[in-house]
């Protein structure tokens, strides 16, 4: 096996189902650890193989180190579009029943005993398995109809991290402030398998369940507003990676917070945090510096380099779900507070200067949330946005077709 020469995948399989020297196989396996292409061979799944590998290193000395090359070859195999759907088929170990999904679920909330890189790479292998579009293939040596639709099905693995309480492990690394239990990577991964699981109803349910154990509203709310006050990321330099990973923490942060159809309740900063993601309009000096319907059309003002609010405006979908999110606060929560914190300002500023945008979305939703906001009682939005020229400015793009 030495010169760098990969062992054919039938050697994988006799080792892995035999018995024998446990770092033995793992040798093996880590040369598996960089290779992305996979074949099902007749009475053997590599994802059975190297889970019951990861099953029977318990009482090893070196079983962390081990457990790091066997989920480093999981990772790699969950990047293949036939095998993805697979990591939620039970497994047999002994008596007990598990799963891939159930494994790696296991690994990542582990901070005590296994390695970071085995922690981050069993996230990173879970959201190469959630990429939509499963197998239509099944495993033969699997029979039962229950199996095979799971199969069949791309949202099996989000399911399967619902009802082994995954979606609760995921929140916890996602929000946490304890750099130690979830460093920036972890929690990158963590935030954007939450960030896939919303898109399927069983997770969303579960998140949205105020009595249940992985009520994820306010979690993800308090989280979002900290990072938004708390956090510049920096740019360029030993920066630049720590950047991008908080960059897709509130990617995914805003974009759960788009899906949730109720607002967090009692989330301090909540609402201002989503207001001070849209962009912040020019005053005009001449007025004693204040906002007026010729400085709201002006280019709005530049952002910090790193900061959340340059991030939404450099992206269009960060952006649009900010939006989305403010529209199911205006629908369940206080329109003043939204008008208090500059809410009318900084979306007329938005639609004044949405021809740049590539992303429909972000005109489409900042004027659904204007609309909502001028409907409050007592006619202080709709002056506003009339001083503002906002209804000029959304009959313009109607008229336009850009609405």
């Known amino acids: ?36 292409t996979l074949a099902v061979l007749p009475k053997f799944h590599p994802i059975v193989g190297v889970v019951s590998l990861i099953g029977n ?22 990047l293949i579009p036939s095998f993805r759907s697979h990591f939620a088929l039970p497994i047999i170990l002994g008596q007990v029943q598990t799963n891939a999904v159930k494994t790696l679920l296991a690994i990542a909330r582990s901070h005590k005993t296994e390695t970071p890189a085995s922690r981050s790479l069993s996230l990173a292998c879970l959201m190469n398995a959630s990429i939509s579009g499963g197998s239509n293939q099944t495993i033969k040596h699997h029979k039962d109809e229950t199996d095979a639709d799971r199969l069949n099905d791309p949202n099996g693995i989000k399911r399967a991290i619902a009802r082994t309480g995954g979606l609760a492990v995921l929140l916890a690394l996602g929000t946490t402030d304890n750099g130690k239990i979830s460093p920036p990577v972890i929690k990158q991964r963590a935030v954007g398998l939450l960030g896939r ?37 920096g740019s360029g330099g030993g920066e630049e ?8 923490i509130v ?33 005009d000096k001449r007025e004693k510096g204040v906002i007026n319907a010729g400085s709201v059309c002006m280019p709005p003002i530049k952002k910090e380099e790193g900061s959340p609010a340059k991030f939404a405006m450099d992206d269009g979908t960060v952006l649009a779900n900010s939006c989305k999110a403010l529209i ?56 506003r946005c009339r001083e503002l020229r906002g209804m000029e400015i959304l009959v313009e793009l109607g008229q336009n077709g850009k609405l």
């Open 197 to 233: 699981c919303v898109t399927n109803p069983v997770c969303l349910e579960q998140l949205s369940d105020e009595k249940g154990d992985c009520y994820g509203v306010n979690k993800i709310g308090e989280a979002f507003g900290k990072i938004v006050f708390g956090k510049v990321w």
């Open 1 to 36: 096996m030495g010169g760098g020469i990969t062992p054919p995948l039938s050697l994988l399989r006799d080792i892995l189902s035999g018995s024998g020297c446990e770092k033995a196989k793992a040798s093996l396996v880590s040369q598996y650890a960089s290779v992305t």
């Open 57 to 78: 290193l318990g009482g090893i000395s070196d079983g962390p180190n081990i457990r790091e090359h066997a989920v480093a070859c999981l990772s790699n195999i969950g």
């Open 241 to 248: 990676a720590v950047s991008k990973q908080f960059a897709e």
């Open 328 to 383: 199911t606060y205006l629908d369940k929560g206080s329109l003043d507070s939204v008008l208090n914190c500059g809410g009318m300002e900084r979306l007329v500023c938005l639609l004044a200067n949405s021809s740049s945008l590539k992303n429909e979305s972000c005109r489409k939703n900042a004027a659904s949330a204007m609309a909502r906001l001028v409907k409050g009682e007592g006619g202080k939005a709709m002056k």
């Open 251 to 283: 990617t995914n942060y805003v974009r759960c917070l788009a899906a949730f159809k109720s607002p967090p309740s009692g989330v301090d900063g909540y609402v201002l945090g989503l207001v001070n993601m849209l962009p912040e309009p020019q005053k």
